[in-house]
């Protein structure tokens, strides 16, 4: 078996997992991006859309632009990669990390390192997830699968499409599959509200005359081999309205709701993960609860901006790095989350510099205001013009704020 | 008088767009000034960027198989905005080009597409092999 050996190896090669490479490399740390594909990029090879990297690069870029930014910077650097190689296992072994893979030019591969960052990103909620009753024909598709095989594979998977649930891919995908001279009869959605952006819903669906069905939810799928087509139901004050079901003809299905982070390798290692994100816990540091194990980007949490991946990855490179070099936080406080926030990321508030929180809204408001408080006592308070759960809230927080903090004090973070 | 989404940032303003006694354009709801230029546009001349991909080939001019890691089709987009309603013909310009492995990002597949100043490009690099 091959042995290597790196001061900190970081699986996943998508955006977080270069963004938290390049930032240990520029901490002088030696360091290896483990990746399953063929090719770095992750997920943002197959959005070949436009709208990343606004904040990163103050331009609208498409995904293999904006991975490819990463990426020359990543060969430029000369840090090491191992492609088409798949993570099995992670230990702790004698003090250290050891990172157990397998590839097909390399065989069954040993790889010892101080410091590990998570970076698996995540996978799509298939209809299993979701439980839609009916037949099991072919032509049913997550949006994701669908998008690699137009943008990358080259294949159409149908003529006459139904998009079940308003999440952004499942937006992007009625657009791609309309450009690609496909119909796309509607997009069904559970809540009264969509998922996905505004934006999305003008230029992926109205530009199209693509109806979008809020409040229903898709109760059958008929066909045999393949599908012939779907039954809606509308929910009126939380019923299904049976008598009003109607039929949708189609002949593929995208499904389009949610994404759950991908922790099976973290959850075999023993990591604690948490139910609001299913992402491991952290600390302010972005550590899980296997000491010298970092996480970032969408296995820590969904995200809904790339931009957003990149600077929480950073942040987790970075502390990886001052982890090796031996910092350990000494002062950290709980942070929870209050009224109306779904969770925050981290769970914990590091006393002795400024830390940076992302969060989810669970409503949908205009003029809310974001609140933190210290033991109930608030100590910031910020105007949001609009908040709602699909866009992820940012909030700095500095030490100062916190100067009252006593040994068991509690951070709440809550929206009004 | 019409209704409109402002696209340009996530905030979806809704704007209303009328026009006041002297036949003028007035722009209302937006947040910001952004939300003005987006509503004229809009209204007279709308634009959105394109992307799509094009096939692959090798350089022997066959198409990745099956169990190649080269991908079968090139990302490609307008380099800025392009005018709606030309969309479609743009679309099935694009359907007739074939891109030759290796490309570099940035290469250009069609200039100054259907007599306007937008170029479409490659959106990613990829070797040929």
Redesign the interface.
């Known amino acids: 078996m091959k042995e290597l050996s790196f001061d900190a190896v970081v699986i996943g090669g998508g955006a977080a997992g270069m963004a938290a490479a390049l930032e240990l490399d520029t901490r002088g740390h030696s360091v290896l991006i483990v990746e399953r594909e063929?090719?770095l990029g992750g997920i943002l090879?197959q959005c070949?859309?436009?709208g990343f990297g606004l904040i990163e690069f103050n331009e609208?870029l498409?995904?293999?632009?904006f991975a490819?930014r990463f990426e020359e910077d990543i060969r430029n650097r000369n840090i090491q990669t191992s492609l088409?190689t798949t993570v099995l296992d992670i230990r702790e072994e004698g003090g250290l990390k050891a990172i157990y893979c397998v590839s097909p030019s390399q065989g069954m591969m040993r790889i010892e390192a101080r410091a590990i960052v998570l970076a698996m990103g995540c996978r799509e909620r298939t209809r299993g997830n979701i439980r839609i009753p009916g037949t099991r024909p072919a032509g049913i598709y997550t949006a994701g699968l669908a998008q690699r095989l137009?943008?990358?594979?080259?294949f159409i998977p149908g003529k006459d499409v139904v998009i079940i649930g308003s999440g952004d891919i499942g937006l992007i995908m009625a657009r791609r599959m309309s450009?690609s001279g496909c119909k796309v009869h509607a997009v069904i959605e559970i809540l009264p509200y969509p998922s996905g952006?505004?934006?999305n819903?003008?230029?992926c669906l109205?530009?199209f005359g693509i109806p979008l069905y809020l409040s229903h939810l898709v109760t059958n799928i008929y066909g045999k081999d393949r599908v012939e087509g779907i039954e809606v139901t509308p929910i009126e004050s939380g019923a299904l309205m049976h008598e009003k079901a109607f039929r949708i003809a189609c002949d593929t299905v995208l499904l389009s709701v949610g994404l759950v982070p991908e922790n099976e390798l973290s959850r075999n290692a023993g990591i604690e993960l948490q139910p609001a994100t299913n992402g491991p816990w952290v600390d302010s540091t972005l550590m899980t609860t296997m000491p010298g194990v970092f996480a970032c980007g969408n296995v820590l949490h969904v995200h809904d901006l790339v931009d957003y991946v990149v600077e929480e990855a950073r942040r987790a490179g970075a502390n990886a790095a001052a982890w090796i070099s031996g910092y350990r936080p000494e002062r950290e406080l709980r942070v929870k989350a209050g009224p109306n926030i779904r969770y925050v990321m981290p769970m914990r508030i590091n006393l002795e510099r400024e830390n940076r929180f992302y969060m989810r809204s669970l409503i949908v408001k205009n003029d809310a205001r974001l609140e933190v408080r210290l033991d109930g006592a608030v100590v910031r308070s910020r105007r949001l013009?609009?908040v709602q759960p699909s866009?992820m809230l940012s909030l700095m927080l500095v030490p100062e704020e916190l100067s009252a903090a006593g040994r068991d004090s509690t951070v709440e973070i809550a929206l009004l | 008088m019409r209704e409109l989404?402002?696209?340009?940032?996530?905030?979806?303003c809704r704007l209303v767009v009328d026009t006041d006694e002297h036949g003028e354009m007035k722009v209302t709801g937006n947040?910001c000034v952004r939300g003005e230029q987006y509503a004229r546009e809009e209204m007279f001349n709308p634009k959105?960027?394109?992307?799509?991909?094009c096939?692959?080939l090798l350089p022997d001019g066959s198409v990745p198989g099956p169990r190649s890691?080269l991908?079968?089709?090139v990302?490609v987009?307008s380099t800025v905005a392009f005018p709606?309603e030309k969309?479609p013909e743009l679309?099935d310009a694009l359907r007739g080009i074939t891109v030759r492995l290796p490309v570099v990002?940035g290469t250009v597949v069609l200039r100054q597409a259907l007599g306007t100043e937008v170029d479409v490009i490659v959106?990613?690099?990829i070797a040929s092999k």
């Open positions: 063929a090719t090879m070949i859309h436009n609208e498409t995904g293999p632009e490819q088409r137009i943008n990358i594979e080259g450009w952006l505004t934006r819903i003008v230029q109205d530009d013009a609009h866009e | 989404i402002c696209i340009t940032c996530p905030l979806g947040r959105r960027v394109v992307t799509f991909t096939a692959a890691d991908p079968r089709r990302p987009r709606k969309i679309l990002r959106a990613r690099s």
